[in-house]
């Protein structure tokens, strides 16, 4: 089975402009979130949904990021204007919770550098 | 609330010799607790996990783990560490319990394997 996918693999953009990134959860997984990893911060959860729904966005720094979920298989990140802050990898993870324990399923990331 | 405290943010070790990754956690209700690792330029991915039962939880690559209850630790250990583990290493804690629970994360270590 695919495990989740990222696009793109890596971003280069200039500060001020758009950035999209993109993911596709595990079929079936009905959880999917947001993550950011920075040397000086670690890891850090931005926004999640469920069954598509946005359920707690307060990691999302601040209005310049959104997140979407239009259906099961499909989310995006967007950051409008990019400032070379949010230079990071960004993950996309989908889980599907049960008595098994929450395991989260990461993405490859999505190496994103604003100059 | 729960948390996790990776107290070593980074572990040199000899190849072939054996290592001890440390975790503690804290929480005021019964957890399952998980260990993923992340290669170079890669996402986090699943080690091992313990939700019941035995404390000592094996997983892949020939790394375990104890759960002990009265420490609140959930140490990662291997005896003969080879190059390819070179990776960061991450200790998580949710509730226990079926359904979503919040995953909180420890800040990482990363274990450097030398030749």
Request: with cysteine; charged share 15%.
């Amino acid at each position: 089975d695919a495990g989740v996918i990222q696009s793109p693999r890596h971003e280069v953009t200039e500060m001020g402009q758009e950035v999209t990134l993109r993911c596709k959860p595990i079929s079936g997984h009905d959880y999917l979130f947001w993550y950011r990893q920075t040397m000086m911060r670690g890891l850090e959860l931005l926004i999640y949904f469920n069954n598509n729904v946005p359920i707690d966005d307060s990691g999302m720094p601040e209005d310049r990021f959104s997140a979407k979920m239009p259906n099961a298989s499909f989310s995006t990140l967007k950051i409008q204007p990019s400032e070379p802050r949010d230079s990071a990898v960004y993950f996309c993870a989908s889980s599907l919770p049960g008595a098994g324990g929450n395991t989260i399923y990461f993405g490859e990331g999505s190496w994103l550098t604003v100059v | 609330a729960q948390s996790v405290t990776q107290l070593d943010s980074q572990v040199p070790v000899f190849e072939e010799a054996p290592v001890e990754l440390r975790c503690n956690y804290s929480s005021s209700v019964s957890v399952y607790l998980f260990w993923y690792v992340q290669y170079p330029n890669q996402g986090l991915q699943l080690l091992l996990k313990y939700l019941s039962g035995s404390t000592l939880v094996k997983g892949i690559n020939g790394f375990e783990a104890e759960f002990n209850k009265s420490q609140t630790s959930f140490h990662l250990r291997k005896p003969s560490v080879h190059i390819s583990d070179t990776a960061e290493y991450f200790c998580a804690v949710t509730p226990g319990g079926g359904g979503y629970q919040k995953v909180t994360f420890g800040t990482g270590t990363k274990l450097q394997v030398i030749p």
